[in-house]
């Protein structure tokens, strides 16, 4: 168990929706990743929080946004759903940022855009 | 081009065989990071190891043991005597940039499949 709690485990929904992914990272990780892993485009980086700011964006669409509560908690937002969007989204968090950080990945959330 | 490659997209091997997966990274950066991760059917991502640029050493921890070459810019990853809950996707990634330009590159990963 990485101590990275991510909700909902599975997800089912339509086209045109809006859904949110909430994860909790370790107890005293500051900062949090989203990664979107699917069969053709591998493991993609996001987004990156650190204590509640954006740090970094990788191949994040503009339907989708993020953000880091006080809590350190986070909820990636995706909206307008397309089929190509069914994929497993990780959660992963680090105690602080930069190069070289191990990261700690959770379960991840499976998403189906129906 | 691809930071990092792992050019085997699929191994299976037999039990108690040893394996090697292949790791080729590409980064203009002195100072670096290179890790590799293990996904296993469950789906969690399992951090294994990280290796920093100036450490060349090759490590070991039981039944893993990991070779860098920055001659050859790989980092591959052999585990010996395998066994059927090594069956999984491996993955490597890369760690580079500073100032806030910090980038972790994963590769596509190697599955690798262990016969009973």
């Known amino acids: 168990d990485s101590g990275v709690t991510q909700t909902p485990k599975h997800l089912i929904t339509a086209t045109g929706q809006r859904v949110t992914l909430r994860c909790s990272p370790r107890?005293?990780?500051?900062?949090v990743y989203w990664y979107q892993q699917s069969l053709d485009q591998g493991l993609q980086f996001l987004i990156q929080?650190?204590?509640?700011?954006e740090r970094a964006k990788g191949n994040i669409l503009e339907r989708f946004s993020a953000q880091q509560f006080p809590d350190l908690h986070s909820e990636l937002n995706l909206s307008s759903l397309e089929l190509g969007d069914s994929a497993l989204y990780f959660c992963?968090?680090?105690?602080?940022w930069g190069r070289g950080e191990k990261l700690f990945f959770g379960s991840g959330t499976q998403l189906s855009v129906l | 081009a691809q930071k990092v490659t792992q050019a085997q997209t699929e191994i299976s091997v037999v039990e108690k065989e040893d394996v090697t997966l292949d790791c080729v990274y590409e980064?203009?950066?002195?100072?670096?990071?290179l890790f590799w991760y293990k996904q296993p059917p469950s789906g969690e991502l399992v951090f294994l190891i990280r290796?920093?640029?100036?450490?060349?050493q090759n490590e070991i921890s039981g039944r893993y043991s990991w070779n860098f070459q920055k001659s050859t810019s790989s980092f591959n990853f052999t585990i010996t005597a395998s066994q059927v809950v090594d069956s999984a996707v491996y993955f490597c990634?890369?760690?580079?940039?500073?100032?806030?330009?910090?980038?972790?590159?994963f590769g596509t990963g190697t599955r690798l499949t262990i016969i009973p």
């Open positions: 992963a968090s680090s105690e602080f």
């Open positions: 980064t203009r950066d002195t100072t670096y990071y």
């Open positions: 290796r920093n640029s100036f450490d060349e």
């Open positions: 990634a890369l760690s580079e940039g500073s100032g806030g330009n910090e980038k972790l590159t």
């Open positions: 107890s005293g990780d500051l900062s």
């Open positions: 929080y650190y204590n509640g700011e």
